[in-house]
């Protein structure tokens, strides 16, 4: 873990403090949460707004497909996929599977 100094705004470091004595923790660990959760919601804003996929987001967050899509539920935000994506892939799957049969 590399060590950082920044500087933070009055409001955040109240923020740190808040959730420090709420959850009984240091203001360290309190800041490295704060990071971590506006880190999941901005990637959560992309993945809403389609700018970057399921696969992207799991792996920025480092989780598996099923935890990434747990994440994005408990966040409120549903998948981008649509119904013609959806169609795309299983014509491909199909092609597959025919074209392993001829062979």
């Known amino acids: 873990m590399k060590v950082k100094t920044i500087r933070i705004p009055e409001d955040l470091e109240r923020a740190v403090e808040f959730v420090s004595r ?7 660990q309190s800041f490295r949460k704060l990071t971590r959760v506006g880190f ?6 992309l993945y809403r707004d389609g700018r970057i996929g ?12 099923s935890e990434a899509i747990d994440r994005l539920v408990s966040m409120g935000i549903r998948g981008n996929i649509r119904a013609a994506d959806i169609m795309d892939s299983i014509r491909s799957l199909s092609a597959d599977a025919d074209a392993e049969r001829s062979d």
């Open 54 to 65: 399921l696969r992207d987001f799991a792996a920025m967050l480092d989780l598996t497909l």
């Open 22 to 28: 709420h959850e009984k923790i240091d203001k360290t």
């Open 40 to 45: 999941e919601y901005y990637l959560g804003q």
